[in-house]
């Protein structure tokens, strides 16, 4: 039962390079998620999705790109990255809202480190 | 805007003790829902309890359960007959209900438990 996938586990860049973290879902969820943790922040919501090709930004977009081509997959994107953007990536997929019957849960991948130097 | 303060960035007791954690919020809502997420050391976030604000009950799980105080604006968890598996990182989150089906997680900064042997 894979859940919620991402790749990589872990990545290190330079500044100024660019990267793709995929993330991959099996439950069949409308929605999905990517947030960054930093320590002593909790997690911030970069981009989400509500369902196949659409997405919205969330609380700390900039520097970041995502897209939604397939109800499976979300991707996220860094163009050019810089050393702030070093940070645990977590992708997220919920079933729908509690007002359609969900729960509100979040089930979540394992996490993509990412270190840029 | 909505907050979510969690004042206790670290807390540590016995096996089998029970503790309690404490998650204030701040919101002009009056239909919202509360959650608890455990993050072990192998970083993958899982949903502990859930808590919907139009119900006075409190939510139980096994050993988990919260003391919603509405008018307080408080949400905290207490762990009873503490296990060494329950060392893990934990985190309270608001969500607000959006009538379009749009909405968003608001996350505290976490409380680091530690249960000793």
């Known amino acids: 039962n894979a859940g919620v996938t991402q790749t990589p586990k872990f990545r290190v860049l330079k500044t100024g390079q660019s990267m793709t973290l995929l993330c991959a879902q099996d439950m069949n969820h409308e929605y999905m998620y990517w947030y960054r943790q930093d320590p002593g922040m909790g997690l911030r919501l970069i981009h989400y999705s509500v369902g196949e090709g659409t997405t919205a930004k969330g609380e700390v977009p900039d520097g970041y790109n995502v897209s939604r081509l397939k109800k499976q997959n979300f991707l996220l994107g860094l163009e050019s990255a810089a050393p702030s953007q070093t940070s645990v990536y977590f992708c997220?997929?919920?079933?729908?809202?509690?007002?359609?019957?969900?729960?509100?849960?979040?089930?979540f991948g394992e996490g993509s480190r990412l270190t840029v130097l | 805007a909505q907050t979510v303060t969690q004042s206790q960035p670290e807390m540590s007791v016995q096996e089998a003790e029970t503790v309690t954690l404490s998650c204030t919020y701040d919101t002009s809502e009056s239909n919202y829902y509360l959650f608890w997420y455990k993050q072990p050391p192998s970083r993958q976030m899982i949903l502990v309890i859930r808590q919907e604000a139009y119900k006075q009950q409190n939510a139980t799980e096994n050993r988990f359960s919260v003391n919603f105080q509405k008018a307080a604006k408080s949400f905290s968890l207490k762990i009873s007959d503490s296990q060494l598996g329950d060392t893990a990182m934990y985190f309270c989150a608001f969500m607000k209900h959006y009538v379009d089906s749009n909405y968003q997680l608001i996350w505290g900064a976490g409380t680091k438990l530690i249960i000793k042997p």
């Open positions: 997220a997929s919920s079933y729908p809202t509690p007002d359609r019957g969900g729960t509100g849960e979040l089930f």
